[in-house]
């Protein structure tokens, strides 16, 4: 648009933003009683926040090295979290997770996702950094925002405790449809030493995600969504898996504070293409989540590791899980659950029991939904 | 790789859709609340389409982010917010998930209301959660007062003047007709509520805080402990004892509380009235606009409906 500009008014332009120029630098500092600067520079600082999470266990077979979590009292995770838009056209996140070693009792701190994401594009956001892969849906949760104290039994054993997290690059489009559908395409460094870590480099591996969510009501929502992955492996061989998750969750309109509940499903399956016999794993978790007061739920889950099974005598997995959760409020939780495991190669079952105590200061990023 | 091929062609497939998009003959706004989004169908009438991401039942700080509201504001012209830390919990993620870039905060098509309609409780001093769920910015619940609605109205007016230029002084002239209508009512309200005698009132939280300052009226107690905190039997007994002591007639539920405690204090105080009363446009079928809400709440103070 072509304005016209007097030359008066040039001048009075070009006087009010040496003004604006001259004063910036002032403006920043305020003068307070006591005669010390006080600077709004810390209002750019980025939002900063910290979970953490403590535990304490025991279960029947004692403290079982292939369990997550030792017996007794332990620390389970704490994370520190910083956000901030970075600019006009991205928004940093980094997370960092400190954990203690079951067996060595040493302490570590590790990134766990630090990416940058586009912030300027219509219908697609772009991501680079650290991530959790979206690979199903529990995969892409953070441990403080787990429905269980620990992750379904078939995500340990596919992906590793730390599940698929990688460096990567991904695409997320929303797609022009009336309901949420949304589909990712990640382009991942492929080093997860359980599926990937190809000895030819660069290795890349893949996944994709479709995600589709319907408001059933103004009460319920139903989510459809369907995973694949592929990349090749530590054996030269290619890893593929695919996995798809059902989730149905109801919160009524009137009353919702007191009274929701979640059912999830979720089930994957990844072969290695090794010895087609004994390299292909897949299982299910299924969970029901049930608030029936202001601060207190009551949930079940039941899982099943080894559908299909790979040869007639391979050892398949049961476990089911009661849990009880107390939240005094949507930053502190405690949550008391037991755990029944039984693979079918073992004499006995597995009873286990734990308290787990969940907090969070500072400024909570809001959970996805 | 086939995944880059597969993440090229979806980008070119995605930016197809974005260059060739037509404009929208209506301005498409999305609001967090209904009461903000019954002021922005009255200031846009016919030239836009408005609808709310809360329902007027619900207690708007403890909203979901769910992917629908995702959907629709990706097709927002303009999303209007409370702000004062009222959508913390779910906004930031709708915004992101909806990647539109018009309605993200700093740009025209984000505008939050809260800050610059003078909000009322901003605490001094040091704020920590160990006060309960305090709002460092201000009590957030401004649409309660007719007069800070108004400002509100006029607010929207600008900002969907600067979207629609076109139409901007019927905005304006949308926005100060509501102006006009609240201001009369609210002096007839003021004389009813004068009438009434009643001073000293009781509430569930401090949703009210702000229509009981402009009609003149004291809150010298809420039922919870701290906000956000359910009641306990310790501070419902001393609750109860100040209803005594001071001879206080009403107490006020937002009916997206449960009413059970204040049913006890009832039974305990028989001379006390106790009302549930919607917050929020939509939350009961007699307030489906702001106007008829105010109208309900001052019902509920002159001693009317009471359930």
Redesign the interface.
Known sequence: MKTFQHPFAKILSAAAFAATFANSASAQVVQTPTGVPVTRGKALNPDIGMNFLGLVQESSQGSDPNSSFPDGISFQEAELLFSADVD?YF?GVGLFSISQDPTTREFGFEPEEIYL?T???????LRAGKFKAAFGRHNLLHTHAFPFIDAPLILDEIFGDEGLNEMG?S?A??L?????S??T???LSGDNSLIFNSPTAPG?A?V?HL?N???LS?ST?LEFGASGLTGGNSFDAQSKGWGTDLTLKW?P??????RAFIWSTEYMRVTRELDPAGEDLGGIASWFQYQFA??WWAQARVEFVGIPKPTDDAATTQKQSVLLGFF????SGFRLQYDHLKPSDAETAEHRVALQWNIS?GAH????? | MRQFKILGITLLWISAFTITAPAHAKLDVLATTTDLAYIASRVAGDLGSVSSIAKGTQDPHYIEAKPSYMVKASKADLVLAVGLELEIGYLPNILRGARNPKIMPGNPGYLELGPQVNPLEIPRGKVTRAEGDVHPDGNPHFTLDPVRASDAAMLIARRMGELDSENAEQFAENAKTLQAELSEKTKQWQERIRKSGVKNIVSYHKTLTYFFNRFGLQNPAILEPKPGIPPTSGHILEVTRLIRSEKIPLILVENFFDPAVTRKIAQEVPSVRVVVVPVAVGGASEASTLPELYEALVRAVEGGAGR
């Open positions: 006009p928004h994401e912030i300027f594009l219509p219908s697609v956001s690059i695409g489009v929303l022009p449809t009336p309901w949420f949304e589909v395409a990640q382009a890349y893949g994709a995600k969510l319907w408001d103004d929502t919160r309109a009137e009353g919702g504070k007191y202001e601060r005094p409020t949507e930053f200061i990023p809001a959970h996805n939904y």
